[in-house]
């Protein structure tokens, strides 16, 4: 990464246009390209007779920075071969050299190459399967007419059993306008659908929910929500995704008034409670309590806002957030409605300034606003053992390598580095718990259950600077979420929540 530039010069984005938990690109030069498995190709390539042809090609990839995963012979004859060479580079123009530099070795030629994230796209992720067999007249007749008939009539009689009798139980919708994707920003709904298929994926596969992506061709907040509203029948619950701030305030405000089902901003909600645990377990490395560290936030958008909600709601009381205005304070008259009662929540003392006079001892950083805005140097503020997670992507807001210079706990968005925060970790394991317990709505309990699960999940002999949030592979995540996302579901007071077993049954 170059050097850090002043908040003058790089007026953050909008935390919005960044996503918690995708891999960035590689920002610190001097380790070497950091290859990823995401600017992966294959290159089929024929090669001459000459035992020594498999050595010169693993040799040229890695004289251009690449790492070699795999050579697989294709045909094999007397005056050669060809070979398929899988190697994972650290972006496209990395890709590019890597493939010059196997054009250039003697007895080689390039055929053809194929980049395996493209590949992997082909079609979409995504398909509907049968749950039922349809081998037979009998199987149709249940299945279909005459005999859905029955199941239809009993629903109209008792909408009750729709989670029960239809995919409704176990469907979620992952819902956006295309406006905030990843740190694309606004690239429209077409290009958000790949995004919006991998979410339903991880739904899949981490908590057996059956999610589709719906991508609305408008912006409109009112077309949105009257949108949604009408395709929430078919669905258990709503994800909101990639939509940016303040409109998606709004969506869900008005959503969650209007919809028998749960609402969740996954931007907003998911990247607090993972923060939120992370926090739990980095203050617990350093000895210090959550009501008496001062946290800085930069970026007062969609993240921001619900990390400092739900910071205060678990009992910090000293917090301030940092936005392109600097320092929101309640009597700037530029701020917009939002950061106004942002700043209101954070910042009594009408406090100005810019982000490293906000981290003047400082306990706790923790930024969702764009790369490069905080100087490594201006760590040295904050107080002993500090706690820093620069979360922005695709680059964080100051180098998570460098600032172990400074802090004590260092945790990011990054997948090539220790402590990734990553909002896989709690979407799957809530829905799956609102889902299971028939849950109507989302609260601030769930939410701060769900970061109380995820935390725990760390035990205390595995707890370390480098270690203080769980693996998204650890399958003990999602059932711990869901277990305790349920419970809250069904305690709190004025609960319609039920408790109900995967096949949908209620007891």
């Not at 939002?338 to 001892?361: I, S, V, W």
């Not at 490594?376 to 998570?400: I, K, S």
């Not at 004590?408 to 090539?416: P, T």
Request: aromatic share 4%.
């Amino acid at each position: 990464m170059g050097p850090a530039m002043s908040t003058d010069t790089v007026p953050p984005r909008s935390p919005d246009d960044t996503t918690v938990g995708e891999p960035a690109p590689p920002t610190a030069p001097q380790r070497g390209p950091v290859t990823s498995a995401s600017y992966s190709i294959t290159v089929r390539l024929t090669a001459d007779g000459d035992p020594a042809s498999i050595g010169r090609i693993a040799t040229a990839v890695g004289s251009a920075g690449g790492a070699v995963t795999a050579i697989d012979v294709v045909d094999s004859r007397s005056d050669g071969l060809t070979v398929d060479v899988t190697c994972s580079a650290a972006d496209a123009s990395h890709s590019e050299e890597m493939v010059d530099a196997l054009r250039a070795v003697p007895g080689v030629r390039v055929r053809k190459v194929s980049d395996r994230t493209f590949l992997l796209h082909l079609g979409g992720k995504l398909e509907v399967a049968s749950k039922v067999p349809l081998k037979t007249r009998d199987d149709l007749s249940m299945a279909y007419t005459p005999g859905v008939a029955r199941v239809c009539l009993a629903l109209a009689q008792n909408p009750e059993d729709v989670r029960r009798l239809t995919i409704k139980g176990n469907t979620v919708a992952v819902v956006t306008d295309g406006s905030a994707v990843l740190g694309l920003g606004d690239i429209g709904p077409g290009a958000a659908m790949p995004v919006m298929e991998g979410k339903a994926v991880l739904f899949k596969r981490f908590a057996d929910i059956d999610a589709w992506p719906i991508a609305l061709d408008t912006q409109d907040v009112d077309e949105i929500v009257r949108t949604v509203e009408l395709l929430a029948p078919g669905f258990g619950g709503i994800n909101l995704e990639d939509i940016a701030a303040p409109r998606c305030f709004e969506i869900e405000r008005r959503l969650r008034a209007k919809l028998d089902i749960p609402v969740f901003h996954d931007d907003q909600h998911g990247t607090a409670i993972v923060a939120l645990a992370a926090l739990r377990n980095a203050l617990r490395v350093v000895d210090k309590r959550l009501e008496d560290v001062k946290i800085v936030v930069a970026g007062g958008g969609a993240a921001g806002t619900a990390i400092v909600h739900l910071v205060l709601k678990a009992g910090a009381r000293e917090v301030l957030v940092w936005d392109r205005e600097g320092i929101l304070s309640p009597d700037d008259e530029r701020l917009s409605p939002a950061k106004l009662d942002l700043a209101r929540r954070t910042n009594p003392g009408c406090a100005r300034g810019e982000l490293p006079e906000a981290l003047e001892g400082a306990d706790v950083f923790i930024g969702v606003s764009a790369g490069n805005v905080l100087p490594v140097e201006a760590l040295a503020r904050m107080a002993d053992d500090a706690v820093v997670f620069p979360m922005a992507n695709p680059t964080p807001e100051v180098d998570p390598v460098r600032a172990r210079q400074h802090a004590a706990v260092v945790a990011s968005g990054r997948s090539d580095l220790p402590n990734q925060i990553n909002n896989v970790l709690a979407f799957p394991g809530v829905f799956r718990g609102l889902l299971d317990a028939r849950a109507t709505e989302i609260s601030d309990g769930m939410l701060l259950a769900a970061a109380e699960a995820i935390a725990a999940v760390v035990r205390d002999d595995q707890l370390n600077a480098n270690y203080i949030i769980p693996s998204v592979f650890d399958p003990a995540v999602t059932h711990a979420v869901a277990a305790a996302v349920a419970e809250q579901a069904r305690a709190e007071p004025g609960a319609t929540a039920q408790v109900t077993d995967r096949t949908g049954l209620t007891g």
